[in-house]
């Protein structure tokens, strides 16, 4: 039971298969064990959750471990993760958890915490301290759980809040800008495509947590074509899985897309954080092209930005942010780093290739609504289509993030760095090993849960991809062989 109970606690979050280590006596303990080791009895906590079939009873388990540890509750019920970042600011909560798993499949739930103001808490900066409680509390450790056996004097209330969705979405109408024709070149605008025109997109919820904000969303701003694609809250996710990272779930998408003849389409994951958004003609961008579309925004606003971006990002990230005067920042892999820096940098903007986008305007945390939102503000104050704006930063050749099951991915990472040491111009190891050359530049990074490196790799033509691509996967796995055997 012990083993089961590790593998649901996640370098970011809380997550498992329900019925499988993670059941409604687990999530009261992880409510007991929040509330004595992260939030110290601190109240109110915000509690929401996404519309998976187990969620409900995993609620009010948590909420019931809580209570009963002496915190007290507000229960705004279905909610996207991003409205729960959103609603521990508005109620000035000491913390918040999210019910949720995500991008997952069904059969998967979890939970998201924060501290107060939104700051995220991952493995190492509370829930191993959680893990560590319910062992303790499940073996009745003298040595640890002592310290926790106390019982609450008072236990915690739990307050249930309706209607709070409408609260967040006036708050969220507020990023939307009036046209601009300052930040676009007007030379080629005509009354028939700009600035009078009426965006059409094609939205596709996934049947995930989108779809509860969006005909509320859709309401608020008329001006607006929507095209609604699975918008029905279902945590069977009947029609594709919640992971638009993934191109074969956008299908459906694209051909929605070039059927309408929508400006875009967006397609968000199942808590609707993350977003991916695809061109007029169905063609998908990825998440660091996104980044570098928005740092022009920002930056033509203010000199100076500083903006965030995932380090395996195409060089032109960097590259076009300096040549606007901007300040790009590299940043590790997941949503705890990414969140950190942007406090700590005082960034305005940052994003990651998996559709993360990071907001300082939104508590310095992700938002996959508000990025649709400022998409839809650089699309209504340029008379480019979006592939236009877009084919700029088309200038390198990526072989995006591949996994490669291998034996000691440790010690591959060590006779890897020390082959090219030599010729290497650059290097570090912000997030696993990131290597330079004259024309091509690669990451390399271990998996924090399974025997994986993922490898990314661009250079400045297709073919010298494709071959490094090729020499480096040779590599990884002769080195990989020859580690077994000498096992």
């Not at 059941?23 to 004595?36: N, P, Q, W």
């Not at 969705?165 to 024709?181: D, R």
């Not at 920002?298 to 000199?303: D, Y």
């Not at 490669?404 to 912000?430: D, G, R």
């Amino acid at each position: 039971m012990e083993n089961l109970l590790d593998k649901i606690f996640k370098a970011y979050d809380i997550r498992g298969i329900v019925g499988t280590g993670f059941d409604e006596e687990t999530a009261r303990d992880i409510g007991k064990g929040l509330a004595y080791t992260v939030f110290k009895h601190q109240s109110p906590i915000v509690i929401s959750k996404d519309a998976r079939s187990h969620s409900e009873k995993l609620t009010n388990a948590l909420i019931q471990g809580l209570n009963n540890a002496g915190c007290s509750t507000i229960e705004i019920g279905l909610a996207s993760t991003p409205m729960n970042y959103w609603a521990n600011i508005f109620f000035k909560a000491a913390g918040s958890v999210q019910v949720t798993a995500s991008h997952n499949g069904p059969e998967y739930n979890g939970f998201k915490v924060s501290r107060e103001n939104t700051l995220p808490v991952g493995y190492d900066g509370g829930l191993k301290e959680v893990l560590d409680f319910i062992k303790a509390k499940r073996l009745n450790s003298s040595t640890y759980y002592s310290q926790f056996t106390k019982e609450a004097s008072n236990k915690g209330n739990n307050k249930i809040v309706e209607n709070s969705l409408h609260e967040y979405m006036n708050f969220m109408q507020g990023f939307i800008s009036p046209i601009e024709t300052k930040f676009s070149n007007t030379d080629s605008a005509t009354e028939d495509n700009w600035p009078n025109k009426k965006l059409k997109l094609v939205v596709d919820c996934g049947n995930g947590m989108a779809g509860h904000f969006m005909p509320l969303f859709e309401q608020l701003n008329p001006n607006l074509k929507i095209i609604p694609l699975y918008w029905e809250l279902d945590g069977n996710f009947p029609n594709h899985p919640p992971d638009p990272t993934k191109e074969v779930n956008l299908q459906s998408l694209k051909n929605r897309v070039l059927e309408e003849k929508a400006d875009f389409g967006v397609a968000f994951d199942g808590d609707a954080d993350r977003c991916v958004f695809i061109d007029e003609n169905g063609v998908f961008i990825s998440g660091d092209l996104i980044i570098a579309l928005f740092a022009e925004y920002f930056s033509s606003k203010k000199v100076g930005e500083k903006i965030l971006y995932d380090l395996r990002s195409s060089a032109i990230v960097s590259e076009f942010i300096t040549e606007i005067n901007g300040i790009p920042i590299p940043c590790r892999v997941g949503h705890s780093y990414m969140k950190k820096m942007l406090r700590e940098e005082k960034a305005i903007f940052g994003g990651e290739l998996s559709g993360h986008y990071y907001f300082a305007d939104c508590f310095n945390t992700d938002s996959a609504l508000r990025a649709l939102i400022q998409l839809i503000n650089i699309l209504r104050n340029n008379n480019k289509k979006l592939s236009e704006l877009i084919q700029k930063f088309r200038k390198y050749f990526s072989s995006n993030e591949v996994n490669f099951k291998v034996f000691n991915s440790q010690k591959i990472m060590i006779e890897i760095e020390e082959k090219f040491s030599t010729e290497c111009v650059e290097k570090n190891h912000l997030d696993g090993l990131s290597m330079r050359f004259q024309n091509w530049w690669f990451n390399l990074r271990q998996s924090n849960t399974e025997p994986l490196l993922r490898l990314t790799l661009e250079s400045s033509t297709k073919e010298i991809t494709e071959t490094q691509f090729h020499n480096m996967s040779e590599l990884i796995q002769t080195i990989s062989t020859l580690n077994e055997k000498a096992s």
